[in-house]
């Protein structure tokens, strides 16, 4: 069973950090590109994160690079998203993505992807 679960969204302050994770099937987490989307409400779901199956490469959107750390736990088979300096616009709910890098569709979702269930991040004072 393929099979993404998504944990760790919350109500964070403004400059503060949460750290979100991905329990992801053996077959995804070691085969496919993984990475993080989001959504927020009336907008576009839009790319967030995305590391390579061997985990050499990641790549993050304009929006949060510098702040937000994508990575694997190899022994959990999880892969984590760190969010730093967190912002009110960083509100939205974060969708954990598992993509076969088939069809050039490795920055926006494609039919061919897996989801997590989401989890509601909001950054409020």
């Known amino acids: 069973q393929e099979q993404l679960v998504e944990s760790g969204g919350g109500l964070v302050l403004p400059g503060h950090s949460l750290t979100l994770s991905c329990a992801a099937s053996e077959n995804l987490f070691n085969n496919y590109d993984m990475g993080w989307f989001r959504q927020a409400p009336g907008k576009e779901r839009e790319f967030v994160a995305r590391?390579?199956?061997?985990?050499?490469?990641?790549y993050y959107s304009d929006a949060v690079k510098g702040r937000f750390t994508i990575s694997k736990d190899y022994t959990k088979k999880m892969v984590l998203l760190r969010m730093d300096n967190l912002q009110p616009e960083d509100t939205a709910v974060y969708y954990c993505n598992a993509d076969p890098n088939i069809g050039g569709y490795y920055y926006t979702p494609s039919p061919l992807d897996f989801w997590g269930q989401g989890t509601q991040v909001t950054v409020s004072s």
């Open positions: 590391i390579s199956f061997s985990g050499r490469f990641t």
